[in-house]
T-cell receptor, first 111, second 113 residues
């Protein structure tokens, strides 16, 4: 699975959009981009995934660049409860979840 | 409700003792995984199983053992050979052949004293 690079931490004001970037320049054509988040001392929670089209669900939007070398997770109206570590990972559709979770981005949402 | 359950949430053991962490899922997922997380770090893969009665080592399998006798269950044993067993342990499951992501349990925090 391809490696990803994320900023160590970010701040966001409550009610504003949080834009979390991720670089995955070595991504291959059959690899999906996944986003998870982990609130302190809990298991990671699935947020969203995509292949090449932009995706949106009730939690977030995922914007993937045309060359697929980077993506951005958007939380449209961040709340204090969105404070968490956000992980961007890439993996092929089949073959399990043997991927590596890096240190992620620690997002602080401030009142 | 469907989900993945880890027990116990907190576990204390004396050094030199083996300890088994439980992981059960009722999602009918084929694959199950064990990860270890140390403070401020990401997740590292210990073992994974794609199918019943089969499992493979992950990146940090030394000092750990697993079994997969049932589809629903994937217990992890932390043996006395694991040099630094104190950590947060996470179990996950997924459908191997789908793009859906893995579902995680709430973790077991193991402290060895």
């Amino acid at each position: 699975d391809a490696k990803t690079t994320q900023p160590t931490s970010m701040d966001c004001a409550e009610g504003r959009a949080a834009n979390l970037p991720c670089n995955h320049s070595t991504i291959s054509g059959n690899e999906y981009v996944y986003w998870y988040r982990q609130i302190h001392s809990q298991g990671p929670q699935y947020i969203i995934h995509g292949l090449k089209n932009n995706e949106t669900n009730e939690m977030a939007s995922l914007i993937i660049t045309e060359d697929r070398k980077s993506s951005t997770l958007i939380l449209p109206h961040a709340t204090l409860r969105d404070t968490a570590v956000y992980y961007c990972i890439v993996r092929v559709r089949a073959g399990g979840f043997k991927t590596i979770f890096g240190a992620g981005t620690r997002l602080f949402v401030k009142a | 409700d469907g989900g993945i359950t880890q027990s116990p949430k907190y576990l204390f053991r004396k050094e030199g003792q083996n300890v088994t962490l439980s992981c059960e899922q009722n999602l009918n997922h084929d694959a199950m995984y064990w990860y270890r997380q140390d403070p401020g770090q990401g997740l590292r893969l210990i073992y994974y199983s794609q199918i019943v009665n089969d499992f493979q080592k992950g990146d940090i399998a030394e000092g750990y053992s697993v079994s997969r006798e049932k589809k629903e269950s994937f217990p992890l044993t932390v043996t006395s050979a694991q040099k630094n067993p104190t950590a947060f342990y996470l179990c996950a499951s997924s459908m191997s052949d789908r793009a859906l992501g893995a579902f995680f349990g709430q973790g077991t925090r193991l402290t060895v004293v």
